[in-house]
Structures are given as structure tokens and as C-alpha cells.
């Protein structure tokens, strides 16, 4: 029985929806499939590592006993040795128990995690992951970067100026290159997901204070202008080299009132329309009742930026529809979505289970790719020297 | 091996022993069988717990008083032998103190014997003789529904269909066997027009007794099938027990269900046949199933009735047409009969279709018979999916002939060809392995060891498109 390890919490913002991520839609599924040995391993928000079945326990954060837990338990020790293994005391005379583990199924939203430096260790172990790697996530993170690549290629995105947070300690440049784009403006931290940070500005009177929330959660910060006639739609795909649409899903938002972290994850997503099914991340729409051309456009393009960006495993790709033009814009990616999106994989007729299961084959089958990459050329220059 | 043991000496055994005896509805036979097969007792209390009702309570609190005090006595017992250097008692109080669980798992025993033998039968009986004058003198049609399954929906579906134009009653749930005929002739109105009695057959002589008292007009046999064969040992005295309903309406105003194919050495010019093509000279056409119900025509020459149903399968509507001819025979209107008909749903656990996770479940726990199960096997086969999952841990009672019944089910599950089988592991998953493996099942198998923890998570198998199929459940006492 191959040994999974999924890995959750992590020194991000997004560190409580990452918990629920790993707990619900792939710790619970992986051990029903019966074909897998899952472990817990838990990065706290201070960065320390923990590795024990108790983790799987939703209770053990809710009721706020995880600190205790951490109080007591050993931390866990990586070993890089022809792949990875988890080591920690067993607190007995000594020993240390040692886990080898065969896949890695990261489960950390934001920084520290799904923005490729989980992953970057990952490679280093050589260990099958599932999702995409450290370069795709590095690049999916910033938003202002995938935006970059994404243009180059010849999808349409908004326009936007994106800059550091330090230079909002003398904001004249920043401002003066905001002036030209048309208000209204998104304005958001240019690596978080789970819409944190995000603020809607109407006119310059707001910007600075949407600028200085969002240069308070991330290093760097993007501006946006906003689409007319909006609507939202967002695709979650999986695959490596043929990948797989679910079903498009609009969020019932208005634009006035679009999803910020308490819709979406607290208030069970009660804001806005309030029509609609609701799913992990609040009600929508699923599948998005839009024209049928306008639907296969939406997809073709995500499916686009999917394959552009490099993604494997999979990822979510956001929207931005103007019903009006029928033009469709690329707004980002999210290189692991909240609960694997899997209400709307279920809509598309994949079970959790099921969803498990073939992001593991993903996992290995780009890790056996891989493999056949040679990672040694021979060369004299040693004996030159 | 230990902690196994631990529970004999631990506050909860009482427990554990008073929820086996109300599993078995104190039934002293079966619950000395499931005690003498229990193997660990930790696992008994898993699914269900006691429900606290006046003689739970009370059994339970004997049980922890009993077992209380024989401890304290073989401690005090040992403490005394021990202290007057008299070893003769120190061996009588390790024994009376290992005995204890034992022991008081089969005293209690004694008490419900006796009350059964000298409270709860004469009290019954006098109960039923009662109801024998209360149906004698009532002036309602009484019909009476027997067979080895089906009973329960056949008895629901005519309730329904004849309350539209007369005043129906039909006994509550299951309720089938005598002290129920008692109680449900007890809460009769007395201006009834038609009277449902349903009669749960168990022991050879069951259904001559009920016939007896219940002096029903029509007879409806919905099957029969292996059931109860450990007190029928076979099919064939189940049958001549059943029929005995007919021999009491001299076979006159017998109607069964055609689709049965052990009922046929049975059958006699003289009984009304009814199945999914008609019944006598009704005849069904244009049927139509899918997961919201039946529809199809029932004509007799020029009358033609449209009826449509919520039940879902086609072998209901043998008993819908069934239901529709006697309506009409007892004086409801087409248009009545068509309006009851549109009133039949699915019942709790029957062939129940419910959504889990945008896909559909049909509920069929409580089906334990081979017909039925087969019957939902067709449908899983006829019914269009993206993917199709059957789930079953077989079926229980059913004697000699286990062995060849689930292998049956086994080939059964193979024509209707699912993606996915899984099979709640139990003493007859070999069997049912077998069968599929002789019918040359290509797709996958699973086998769950533990059945709570998979219906709890069956949401996460399950997605749009799908079409779930669970059939049977057995009770703890059958684990």
C-alpha cells in the first residue's frame, strides 16, 4: 500500500481553509479508496512541522486543542533519502519512527505553500506531488506575472500596473502609473487567494487605503480595471498534457459586492444574489447558464491558459466575462483550489473519490516523466581544474 | 484478544446484553445463537444503541444490579477466605466472580421466559380472540395480503388507491402479525368500507391462524420466495401456509402476483392472476419507467385508463394494476382510481430514490428477499446512467438454500452488469462472489468490512450522473 502524505496548515493567511482543504476533500476521499496509507502532516503557523493520525481530526482546531497538541508532540524531521521519509520521536527511549513516503499531496493554500516553495522542497526530494510544480505555482501566485504570460501569449486580460510595497513609502510614481486605468479598480496582493486583501475602488479618493490594505497582507501589490457588464466564471481542470474541464461555475456576485474571504468561507457565501447552489466557496451558479458560445469561448480559454502557463495536476482558472462584447479575459489562476473545487467536479460526474484518486495518477505519471529527464552530463572540467 | 475480554467485566456489558435481547425482539432463540456467535462484544453496539423503553430499562437495571452484587459478593467471599485462611472459598469466589457475565447473559433469560409463557401469550391470545368478533361483525371488505415479500407495499399501494372513493383502514407499517390484526381491529371506527389486514407469515400455520379471525374476503399473495426458512426449512411449506389464505376463500377472490415463479405448482384455474401485462382482462400497454415513477395504460376493450405512478421499478405495476381492478371491482370511479394511483410514492427504504451529491440513491434496504432483489437489479440494468454501483451484503434467513440464493444474486448482479459492486462483508459475500465470478463480471469489485463507515461516506463515491442501488441491511443480530 503506497503511503500518501498529505501536507496542510502552513504560514499563510490561508493557513484555516487549507486545514479544511485536506481534511474534507482529500484525507477523508484518499482513505476511502481503501488503496492508500494517508498521513497527516501538518505545518503549523509558525512553520513547525507535525506528522500524527490525531490531525486528521477536525475537532482538534476547532476546539482549539491543537495547541496542547503542539505543546506535546515531537516535531517532524524530513530525510532526503532516495525520496522522502517523515521522521519523528516516538518519545520512548529514543527511538524515532521513520516514514517513507511515496506521494505528496500538497494541501497548503497561499505563501509558503501553494506558491512553489512547498514544492521546490518537493523536487529536491524527488518525491511524486500532486498539482503543479514550483515554476507554475511560483508563476500562478503572482497574479501580475501570470498576466504577463498570459497576454504574451494572445489571451486577453485586464489592464493593470502592478508594483512593490515599498514603494507605496513614496506613492507618487505608483499613483501616477494607476492614472491610466479607468475606475473603477480591483486592487489586491498580488500572491494571496481566498480574496483576502481585495478591495473595489470607485475613484481616487479610495486608492489609498485599498493600496495600503493590500501592501499589509503581500510584498506586491496589482490594480486592475474592472470589466463592464460583468460576469464572473471560473473553470477548475485537471490533467498534465490533456487536461479535463469540469463544469464552468458563475459566482452570484454583483460587482458592488463581489466575494471577499468572509463571503466566501464564513458567511457560507450569503452575500450578494444569494440564487444559486451552494458550493465550497458560497453560491453560484453550476454550470454557468450563459449562451452556448459564450461557453465554449470560456472554456477554450481557460483550457488555454491552462496548457500556457504549463499547469498539471490541477488548478482553477478565473474569468472575466463581458456579457455585452462577449469578450472573455483572463483574471487568474489558482494552482490549488479551495476543496479541490469538488462540488463541481461532483456536478461534472467525478466523485471526491474518484477526483483523488486520478490526481494521484497525475502525480506519478508526471513524476515518471519526469524520470527520463537526464539530470547528468560528463564532462573533464573537474579534471581540468 | 484481551480488550475483547475486558468488555465482559466492564459497566457497558449489561448494556451490550440488553440491547441483543431488544435487537432480537427478545426472541430467547436468537439471542442465544448471536451471544454464543459473538466472537468480540465491543463490536455489538456500533451502528444502533438500546433504546431506553420500560422493559429495556428495566432489563438493563437487573442485569446491573445482578451483576453488581455477585461481584461484590465473590470480592467480599474472596476477602473472608482469605483472612480466615479458609482456601476452600477463595476457588468459589474467582469462579463466581468470572462467571458473572455469563451467567446473568443467560439468567436474565428465565424471567423473560416466564413472562412470555405466563403474561405476554395468554394476554395476546385473549387480545386476538377479542379481535376475532370485532372483524367478524365489522361490514367492511376485508382483504387480506400475504406472500413471502411485498406485502408491505402491495397493502400501502391499495390503501392508497381505495382511500380515493371509500373509507379504507390497513394495518400501520408492518405491523402483520396477530397482536397487531388485535390492535389494529381495536382502533377501528366501525364504519370502515374496506379493511387491509396484512399478513406477516413466520412459522408454519401463522397465515391458517390469521385467516381464522381476520375472515378476509379477498385474498392478494404478492410471491413467494425463500423467507423465514428456519421455521419452514422450505420454500414449498412456506407456500402451502400462504396458500392456506386461499383455501379459506374456498379459492375464490384469490389474486396473485404472476411474476412469481415459485407460486406457479400452487396456482388453480379458479385464482386471478396479476402482472407488469395486466390482470384477468385488463391488460397493460405502453409502459413506460424511469427514476420518478411508472406510467403506462390500462385497457379492458374500450375503457382505457392513463395511470401514472411515483413508485419506481416495473414489477410495481403488477400490484398498480391490481389495485386499479379491485378499485373498480369495489365501486371507485376510472377517474378515482387514477387520481389514488397518482397518489402512490415510494416508501421509506423501498425502492426509495433520493439525491446524494447530484446522483441518485435508490434506497432499497428494506428488501430481503431474492425476487425483490432481482426486481431491483432489472431496474439498475433498465434505468440509464452515467455510471451504475450496486451495493448489497445480501440477504439473511434463508436456510439450506443459502448458499445457491446468493450465488443466484451473484449471476443476478453480473446480467445487470454495474461499474462498481460493493459488498458489505459478511458470511455470504463467497457466496455472492462466486456467482458474479461464474457470470463473468467485468467490472470492479469492492468488499467494505464495515458498513456504517461506508453509507456514512457514501457521498464521497458518489457524483452526477450516477445511478446507486442499495438493497438490504442486515441487522446487528445477523452480524
Redesign the interface.
Known amino acids: 500500500m503506497k503511503t500518501v502524505a498529505v501536507i496542510f496548515g502552513g504560514r499563510s493567511a490561508e493557513h484555516d481553509v487549507s486545514i479544511i482543504t485536506a481534511l474534507a476533500s482529500i484525507i ?2 484518499l482513505e ?1 479508496t ?1 488503496q492508500y496509507r494517508v498521513e497527516a502532516v501538518y505545518i503549523a503557523k509558525d512553520g513547525s512541522w507535525y506528522w500524527d493520525d490525531r490531525l486528521k481530526d477536525i475537532s482538534l482546531y476547532q476546539s482549539g486543542e491543537i495547541e496542547d497538541f503542539m505543546r506535546k508532540a515531537p516535531k517532524v524531521h524530513l530525510l532526503f533519502d532516495n525520496g522522502l521519509m517523515l521522521v519523528k520521536s516516538s518519545q520512548f527511549a529514543g527511538r524515532k519512527m521513520y516514514r517513507k513516503v511515496d506521494i505528496v499531496f500538497p494541501a497548503t493554500h497561499g505563501t509558503y505553500g501553494e506558491d512553489g516553495t512547498l514544492m521546490g522542497l518537493l523536487e529536491m526530494a524527488n518525491v511524486p506531488y500532486v498539482g503543479c510544480n514550483f515554476r507554475v505555482s511560483a508563476v500562478a501566485m503572482d497574479k501580475a506575472l501570470a498576466k504577463k504570460i498570459i497576454v504574451y501569449s494572445g489571451i486577453k486580460s485586464t489592464p493593470w500596473v502592478s508594483f512593490y510595497s515599498n514603494e507605496l513609502s513614496k506613492p507618487k510614481s505608483v499613483l501616477e502609473s494607476i492614472k491610466k486605468l479607468s475606475y473603477p479598480l480591483f486592487v489586491k496582493p498580488a500572491h494571496l487567494g481566498s480574496s483576502i486583501g481585495i478591495s473595489r475602488v470607485e475613484s481616487e479618493k479610495e486608492l489609498m487605503n485599498a493600496l495600503e490594505v493590500a501592501a499589509h497582507y503581500d510584498d506586491k501589490v496589482i490594480v486592475e480595471e474592472e470589466v463592464k457588464n460583468l460576469i464572473e466564471l471560473t473553470l477548475p481542470i485537471m490533467g498534465n498534457d490533456d487536461p479535463i474541464p469540469a463544469l464552468l461555475e458563475r459566482p452570484l456576485t454583483k460587482p458592488e459586492d463581489f466575494f471577499d474571504f468572509d463571503t466566501k468561507y464564513m458567511q457560507g457565501g450569503k452575500k450578494g444574489s444569494g440564487k444559486g447552489t451552494k458550493g465550497s466557496q458560497g453560491y453560484s451558479e453550476l454550470p454557468a447558464k450563459i449562451p452556448k458560445d459564450l461557453y465554449d469561448k470560456a472554456e477554450k480559454t481557460a483550457l488555454e491558459a491552462y496548457k500556457t502557463l504549463g499547469c498539471s495536476g490541477i488548478a482553477r482558472i478565473d474569468l472575466l466575462v463581458n456579457s455585452k462584447t462577449k469578450d472573455v479575459f483572463f483574471n487568474e489562476v489558482n494552482p490549488l483550489p479551495g476543496g479541490l473545487y469538488a462540488h463541481n ?10 477526483l483523488v484518486n486520478k490526481l494521484i495518477g497525475y502525480a506519478e505519471d508526471k513524476w515518471r516523466d519526469k524520470q527520463k529527464i537526464a539530470t547528468s552530463f560528463s564532462t573533464n572540467y573537474l579534471k581540468q581544474f | 484478544m484481551f480488550g475483547a475480554l475486558t468488555i465482559l467485566y466492564s459497566p457497558k456489558f449489561a448494556r451490550v446484553i440488553a440491547y441483543m435481547l431488544q435487537a432480537t425482539e427478545y426472541s430467547i432463540t436468537a439471542y442465544i445463537r448471536w451471544f454464543w456467535r459473538t466472537e468480540d462484544f465491543r463490536r455489538i453496539i456500533y451502528r444502533k444503541d438500546l433504546v431506553l423503553t420500560r422493559p429495556s430499562r428495566l432489563i438493563l437495571r437487573t442485569l446491573q444490579l445482578g451483576m453488581f452484587l455477585q461481584i461484590v459478593t465473590a470480592i467480599v467471599l474472596g476477602i473472608w477466605s482469605t483472612h480466615h485462611h479458609t482456601s476452600i472459598f477463595l476457588p468459589l469466589a474467582v469462579a463466581l466472580l468470572l462467571i458473572t457475565p455469563i451467567f446473568w447473559a443467560h439468567l436474565i433469560t428465565i424471567p423473560l421466559l416466564l413472562g412470555r409463557y405466563l403474561i405476554i401469550k395468554p394476554y395476546y391470545a385473549f387480545e386476538v380472540w377479542k379481535s376475532r368478533k370485532l372483524f367478524t361483525e365489522h361490514r367492511a371488505t376485508r382483504i387480506a395480503v400475504g406472500g413471502s415479500y411485498g406485502k408491505t407495499s402491495m397493502k400501502e399501494i391499495l390503501l392508497t388507491v381505495l382511500s380515493e372513493g371509500k373509507k379504507t383502514a390497513a394495518t400501520p407499517a408492518n405491523k402483520n402479525v396477530s397482536i397487531s390484526h388485535a390492535r389494529f381491529a381495536q382502533s377501528l371506527e366501525g364504519d370502515e368500507e374496506i379493511l387491509i389486514i396484512e399478513f406477516g407469515e413466520g412459522a408454519p400455520g401463522d397465515v391458517k391462524k390469521f385467516t381464522s379471525y381476520t375472515k378476509p374476503h379477498i385474498g392478494v399473495i404478492t410471491g413467494l420466495a425463500p423467507a423465514h426458512l428456519d421455521k419452514y426449512k422450505t420454500v414449498e411449506k412456506a407456500g402451502r401456509d400462504i396458500f392456506s389464505l386461499a383455501d379459506y376463500l374456498k379459492d375464490q377472490n384469490v389474486y396473485v402476483n404472476a411474476e412469481s415463479s415459485e407460486t406457479k405448482p400452487f396456482l388453480k384455474s379458479a385464482f386471478h392472476l396479476y402482472s407488469y401485462q395486466g390482470v384477468d382482462r385488463w391488460v397493460v400497454s405502453n409502459l413506460k419507467q424511469s427514476i420518478e415513477g411508472v406510467k403506462f395504460v390500462l385497457s379492458n376493450g374500450k375503457t382505457k385508463i392513463d395511470l401514472r405512478s411515483r413508485l419506481i421499478g416495473n414489477h410495481q405495476v403488477g400490484p398498480l394494476a391490481l389495485a386499479a381492478v379491485l378499485g373498480l371491482e369495489l365501486g371507485l370511479s376510472a377517474e378515482e382510481v387514477k387520481a389514488g394511483v397518482a397518489k402512490t410514492e415510494p416508501f421509506e427504504h423501498r425502492m426509495e430514490p433520493k439525491q446524494l451529491s447530484g446522483g441518485w440513491l435508490i434506497d432499497d434496504t428494506y428488501n430481503g428477499n431474492i425476487e425483490g432483489m432481482k426486481a431491483g437489479l432489472t431496474l439498475l440494468k433498465e434505468l440509464p446512467a452515467k455510471r451504475k454501483v450496486y451495493i448489497t451484503p445480501g440477504l439473511v434467513d434463508q436456510g439450506k438454500n443459502s448458499v445457491a440464493i446468493h450465488e443466484e444474486l451473484g449471476k443476478a448482479i453480473t446480467k445487470a452488469n454495474p461499474d462498481l459492486v460493493v459488498l458489505i462483508k459478511h458470511s455470504v459475500t463467497d457466496d455472492i462472489v462466486r456467482g458474479i465470478n461464474d457470470g463473468n463480471y467485468k467490472g470492479e469489485l469492492r468488499i467494505e468490512s464495515d458498513p456504517l463507515d461506508f453509507y456514512t461516506n457514501l457521498k464521497h463515491f458518489m457524483a452526477t450522473g450516477d445511478l446507486v442501488l442499495m438493497q438490504n441491511d442486515w441487522a446487528d443480530n445477523y452480524n
Open positions: 477523508k476521499p476511502l481503501n467536479w461532483q456536478k461534472a460526474g467525478i466523485s471526491s473519490v474518484e
